[in-house]
């Protein structure tokens, strides 16, 4: 969750202070209604993973997913795109466009203009080192209002004006077109860059954690210290419950499901993860349960229950998971954390867990010189960078010399109904290429073409994209890691693939990526839109 790291710096200033809960002028709750036959809730669970989902049904610790699946649809590796963190994912799903378009590039990134690196919250040490103010200010702030191209426009944005109710529950991705009011505590706003009050633009219902909650007075929510903010299940799910048993759910309800990403990430896939699974599952029983009973929760809604990315498991650290990206690069003057880019700057990283950004400050190095220097390290795989023409060059370190470039083009068409011009090696990216009828179709890097050309012009610099290869991770000198738990970020099928279940509708996507659900949740909307009264006409 993004804004966890960044809380728990300012958490150590909590002792000294008693958490008075802020006055919340949020009156989301009263105007709240649906406007479609059936409201879509969609239920985002971080780090959910196909695996875990079938071990935990297959032994009966899961009937209230086991009931979706069976009265729905259960797609098993939906793609999102790159890199494969939450930020990103969430901006695509709710966008309906791939990274260049929606301009959230990743969890960690280069801003040229500003000259500093962008954080949304990886890690505690980076955090602090790289600077808590700016941090915190990116989270709660720029990201949506400012970072989220406005051109892009959310499903809470386009929804509102096509006169359907929305509501988000701890979503980190919530531009829509009501006016909002974040609150923190006094002692918060004297001790950081954030204000008491801050306006913001959202869905129609908005509730994140302490920060924003709109069912103040009505309903007793987990947000305290202690429950990290209310950025936790239960107050996901105790919110989502106060509106479907009041018959107040919006028409698109997005709720977002953090607890499982923690054990993922400390210990990998296992017990852990089955034991967070199964109180997930309740949860998700208690939630349809607001409506009388699972059955009449079908009736009455159509149901989404998706992951974010995939997981791969990290080695122990005796078997050395961590590239060092700094040391593989100590030939060049890299920027430190928390430094403006001086004049002897050559080089920044900004490192997304299995991915990493690296960029050349400096037009005499070239990013042909930076991936050679990448490449030597075995625990690589996937190398890219654009050139002017169009071209994206790509290497993959495991491969030694091959190397193949592509573009948009009419030579080949992908299983996506996408064209491509490639040369090389196709090998590199795993690509399965057929001359007879011109079509490819993808290996270990699913959607691999579009997803790398994304973010290669996610936002402006000159830089190139490296992947570590499964079972290791990348890191700069505070970046956090995961030895012997799990990661995420690159471009391997691993990490790039997520579980879908549908209920409560025979429709689907057109495809089955993240970019294809916004118009998806669009048809199921409009197709069930209630019909306006129609009066007759006085006699005269």
Known sequence: MLILPLMAVVITGCLNHSWNKPKQPEKDFHRMEARSGRPVIWLMVDSLMAPGMDQGMKKGELPALSFLIRNGIYQKEAVNVFPTMSVSIDA????????????????????????????????????????????????????NQQHLNREAKTLYEELGERGFTTGNVNGMIYRGHTDHTLTFQKWISATTALPERMNVKGP??????????????????????????????RYSVETAKVLAKKNRLPDFMFVYLPDLDKPIHAEGPGKS?????????????????SFGSWEEALKHAVWIVSGDSGSTPVLAS????????????????????????GEKTEVV????????????????????????????????DVIAWSDPEGWIHVRNAALGEKEM???????????????????????????????????????????????????????????LIVNARPGYE????????????????????????????????DRRPKHWRI??????????????????DIKEPAQM
Do not use: C
Request: glycine share 10%.
């Open 92 to 143: 695509s799903l709710l966008t309906g466009e791939y990274p260049d378009r929606h301009g959230v590039p990743g969890l960690i990134w280069y801003d040229t203009k500003e000259q500093r690196l962008v954080n949304y919250g990886t890690g505690l040490m980076e955090v602090v080192r790289g600077g808590v103010n700016p941090a915190l200010m990116d989270t709660a702030r720029n990201l």
């Open 204 to 233: 129609d219902f908005l509730a994140l954690g302490a920060f924003a909650n709109p069912l103040k007075g009505l309903r007793s929510l987990p947000d305290s210290v202690a429950s990290s903010f209310g950025m936790n299940n």
């Open 273 to 289: 993860e089955m034991k967070e699974l199964k109180k997930l599952d309740r949860q998700i029983g208690e939630l349809m349960n």
């Open 318 to 341: 005796n078997e050395d998971p961590v590239v060092p990206l700094d040391r593989l690069l100590g030939d060049f003057e890299l920027l430190e954390a928390g430094k403006t880019p």
């Open 349 to 380: 990283l900004a490192v997304n867990e299995r991915s990493a950004f690296v960029y050349s400050l400096k037009e005499d190095i070239r990013l042909e010189w930076l991936a050679e220097s990448l490449q030597k390290d075995r625990r690589i």
């Open 405 to 463: 470039r592509y573009r948009k083009g009419d030579e080949w068409t992908d299983v996506y109904g996408q064209r491509w011009q490639l040369d090389g090696d196709p090998d590199v990216l795993d690509l399965a290429v057929q001359p007879r009828g011109g079509r490819l179709s993808y290996g270990d890097f699913p959607d691999a073409l579009a997803r790398l050309e994304a973010s290669l012009h996610s936002h402006p610099g000159r830089f």
């Open 474 to 505: 990348l890191a700069d000198k505070h970046s956090p890691t995961h030895k012997g738990g799990a990661g995420h970020g690159s471009l391997h099928r691993i990490d790039s693939v997520f579980p879908v279940v549908i209920a409560g509708t």
């Open 515 to 532: 970019v294809d659900f916004k118009p998806f949740v669009l048809e199921l909307l409009e197709s069930g839109k209630k019909k306006p």
